[in-house]
């Protein structure tokens, strides 16, 4: 079997190495466009244990070989927070791994497999080649996937686009910090969320996160966010922190999401962001993308047809993919709309509805916000990011 896997993010990687595990005949090659990714410049991930799990189905050792220069930071409590309250709460145990040192490794892996990879950016003409010369090619080209593009129709491709800005930065604080951080301080130009995981007890990895709103007004409009660093540590450190930004030199991004009717159309079937994409606050994005690889690999080793491989992938991803999607949608939508539930909500209730924790009408927001816009993939180069 030939198989063309379209971008070497962690869904390709992941599913070409798979699918050798699974086929040791199949001759696969990636096609990797460099640094096309949104996601590319993201700076890491938390990795909890069903991407664990997954890692460990593939190479056993991989702990020792992901980690070979530092040990992992393990994450094992999350620190939720407004400006006026805090909860120190347990969190499924996991750890935090840089996009570099995974994407390393998963190639490293791939390399040694006998998998070619071919630096190209595959575009429309590239496609229609490579489905004559390939028994199966895979797009696992991230959320502005070509692949995705070209059959939308056939697929049922959907685009949101959230009215929701974010960036990338470094803490380094004299302060240790070995939590996951979820915060939400009330400014007066909004909301300003900031999830961040620990890389060392001293450096996390952080995203700042506001609305279209918040960041067009008061102190943040018109501020890169290296402009906004004195600002955002000033909100930050209002609560017990030491908050000590470094830019990573990134603009703000807005934030698509990506959902599919159905996941293959002829021999072409979609992996990781580019058939499913949530908001990050998920932290699923990984574990998403290496569970749809990993039922994909199945499926092709108990199904010596193709076509009848990509029925039962289709629907073994749709069942785990159907209520995911329909929380974390919700979940996106009531953050776009952050800015509101803070203004309407008591200060002792902040915390609570930040988590979710208060009953409806709270949580969910029947409204849609006037921000958002739905589009089609062919309008795809209209995003900002
Ligand atoms: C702010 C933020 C924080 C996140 N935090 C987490 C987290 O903590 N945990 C987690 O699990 N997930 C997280 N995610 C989600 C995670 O980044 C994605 O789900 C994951 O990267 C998806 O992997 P992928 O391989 O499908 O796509 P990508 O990572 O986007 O990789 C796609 C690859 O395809 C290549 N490519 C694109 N177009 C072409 C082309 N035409 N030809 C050839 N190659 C091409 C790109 O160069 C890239 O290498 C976060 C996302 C964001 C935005």
Known sequence: M??????????????????????????????????????????????????????????????TRLFANSAPQVINKALYKTHNDSRLLPFTTGFSVSRPALLHYLGEMARNAGIKTIQQC??????????????????????????????????????????????????????CRTEACFYAFRAPEGVVMLTSYPLTPYRQIVIIEMTEACLNSGKFQGKT?????????????????????????????????????CLHHRNNALVGDAAFAFHFSSGQGVTNAFTMAFTLARCLQRNESVAQALQ????????????????????????????????????????????????????????????REQRGPEQRGQSRL
């Open 2 to 63: 030939k198989v063309a896997v379209i971008g070497g993010g962690p869904s390709g990687l992941y599913l070409a190495n798979a699918i050798k595990h699974a086929r040791r005949k199949s001759e696969i090659t990636i096609f990797e466009a460099q640094g096309l990714s949104a996601h590319s410049k993201g700076l890491g991930y938390t990795l909890q244990q069903l991407g664990i799990n997954l890692l460990n189905k593939l190479d056993p050792g991989f702990q």
């Open 122 to 175: 595959i575009n429309k003409q590239d496609l229609n080649a490579l489905k004559k010369d390939f028994d199966l090619v895979i797009g696992a080209d991230g959320v502005r996937s070509v692949v995705r593009e070209q059959h939308a129709r056939q697929l049922g491709a959907r685009t949101e686009t959230l009215g929701l800005h974010y960036s990338w930065f470094i803490n380094e604080s004299p302060q």
């Open 225 to 261: 966010p290296e402009q906004a660093i004195p600002y955002l540590n000033s909100i930050l450190s209002q609560n017990g922190d030491r908050m000590a930004l470094k830019s990573a030199g990134l603009p703000w991004y807005r934030f698509n999401t990506n959902s599919i009717d």
């Open 312 to 371: 039962h992938y289709n629907h073994a991803c749709k069942l785990a993919m159907g209520k995911a999607e329909q929380k974390m949608t919700q979940r996106a939508h009531w953050l776009e709309q952050i800015d509101h539930h803070f203004a309407a909500t008591p200060d002792q209730q902040l915390l609570d509805i930040f988590l979710g924790r208060l009953p409806e009408p709270h949580f969910g927001n029947p409204e849609r916000p006037t921000t």
